[in-house]
């Protein structure tokens, strides 16, 4: 079962435009939920993460926002390079430690 | 400061063949996970150590599957009689914290296992 759902499964977005990846969970235990980025071949990479307690983080062109009642969280990638063309991963944990992944977005950013 | 290391890169296997994948995690983390994942899809969860301790191993497939994390040296995900469908990518990540939803982990670029 999967507790983490991800969409897209891939997505392509011209540069300069905005990229979302949408997440959804069912775990009300999950209290923190951060995302990754993956590059072919390379292990992920923590991007920006976020706890339930704020609707929203922004750390440069990365944005979370997070609805606690809705139960589903989303990236934004603001102006899209394509440099920022790899795989993102949504994940939550519960504090025993292990996360839990989404699916993945393949991301391709156009110049 | 090194990362995350993991040894070999890429592995490849016979079936009936043991793998032996290798991890050592950053300088100053005493915690290691080890994740999988197949083609296409997310990392999944296999098993969580500290040293010389099994945290949890609730994503570890009963059979054929162990780990460890010795007071000295890397931590060994070890598959014994590997089949085609233990082809995977497989990750190790680490961390410094417990107990706290800041628990960021830090992965290698996994150990890529290949079972002719």
């Known amino acids: 079962q999967q507790q983490v759902k991800q969409s897209p499964q891939s997505l392509i977005v011209q540069k300069g435009g905005i990229s979302i990846i949408n997440c959804a969970y069912e775990?009300?235990?999950?209290?923190?939920f951060p995302w990754y980025q993956q590059f072919p071949g390379k292990g992920p990479a923590l991007l920006i993460a976020?706890?339930?307690?704020?609707s929203e983080k922004k750390e440069g062109r990365f944005t979370i926002s997070f609805n606690k009642s809705a139960k589903q969280f989303s990236l934004h990638i603001m102006d899209s390079q394509p440099g920022d063309s790899a795989t993102y991963f949504c994940?939550?944990?519960?504090?025993?430690?292990?996360?839990?992944f989404g699916t993945g977005t393949r991301l391709t950013v156009i110049p | 400061n090194a990362g995350v290391m993991q040894n070999p890169r890429h592995l490849v296997r016979r079936r009936g063949q043991e793998a032996r994948l290798r991890c050592s995690p950053m300088k100053g983390h005493s915690h290691v996970y080890w994740y999988r994942q197949l083609p296409e899809e997310g990392l999944k969860f296999m098993v969580y150590?500290?040293?010389?301790?099994?945290?949890?191993e609730s994503g570890m497939p009963k059979e054929r599957f162990s780990a460890e994390f010795p007071k000295e040296g890397p931590s060994i995900l070890r598959i014994q009689q590997v089949v085609r469908g233990d082809s995977a990518a497989y990750f190790c990540a680490s961390s410094s914290l417990t107990g706290s939803s800041y628990n960021e982990q830090f992965f290698g670029p996994g150990t890529r296992l290949t079972v002719l």
């Open positions: 994940a939550a944990e519960t504090g025993a430690n292990n996360l839990f």
């Open positions: 775990n009300t235990a999950f209290d923190y």
């Open positions: 976020i706890r339930p307690d704020v």
């Open positions: 150590l500290q040293k010389e301790n099994i945290i949890d």
